[in-house]
């Protein structure tokens, strides 16, 4: 049975070290691996040891060891299956480079069968406005991200549940946008810093 929460700005700024660990007391793993994010599409397996490693997922099959992305519009995508649990953080870049099919492939190959997904917290289509141009290449590599070319705004859930459901990925949105929503931070909303996360164990 995996354990997934979703911070919010009660939960504090998550950069913050102090509130990492107050998080990792109150869930009582062992260890909250957290990741130095950097829109990249490196996946890693991890096992508790590793510290801020530098990748946008995590993957892990031990207990005692929960894995967090941090986000403030960006999507906290969380990934359960029996025995392995997955977390990315998915934004526009990390979109394109397919970080979250790179999650779930690298789950199959820890053996993971039938793999839930969870969209966290991160801004809706109607609020992630884009330049045209920007709009113009992104919906021409992702269709699905697609709204209005007079809103030329990015749907990004739609474009990751289209890509994780080609896998056999069941997906679910917790619905909630990070603009619209004050309860949680959001860097289009003045937020350039402070992050809340999502978080999985098993
Ligand atoms: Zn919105």
Do not use: W
């Not at 890693?44 to 207990?63: H, I």
């Amino acid at each position: 049975m995996s354990r997934t929460l979703f911070t919010s700005r009660d939960g504090g700024d998550l950069k913050d070290f102090a509130r990492r660990e107050s998080l990792r007391v109150d869930l009582s793993m062992d260890h909250l691996i957290f990741m130095h994010q950097t829109h990249s599409d490196l996946v890693l397996v991890v096992d508790g040891s590793e510290g801020e490693p530098q990748c946008d997922a995590l993957v892990t099959r031990s207990k005692g060891v929960a894995l967090a992305a941090m986000a403030a519009d960006c999507m906290p995508v969380t990934f359960t299956s029996e025995g392995v649990v997955g977390i990315a953080h998915v934004g526009r870049v990390g979109l394109v480079k397919g970080i979250a099919p790179k999650t779930v492939e690298t789950m199959l190959g820890l053996g993971a069968g039938k793999i839930t997904a969870i969209i966290g917290p991160s801004i809706c289509a109607r609020c992630y406005e884009v330049s045209p141009e920007m709009y113009e290449e992104i919906t021409a590599l992702i269709p699905s991200t697609a709204t209005s070319s007079d809103l030329h705004s990015l749907d990004l859930q739609s474009g990751v549940k289209s890509q994780l459901e080609s896998l056999g990925v069941a997906v679910k949105d917790v619905g909630i946008c990070t603009l619209e929503n004050s309860d949680y931070f959001s860097f289009r909303g003045g937020d350039l810093s402070a992050r809340q996360a999502g978080i999985i164990s098993l």
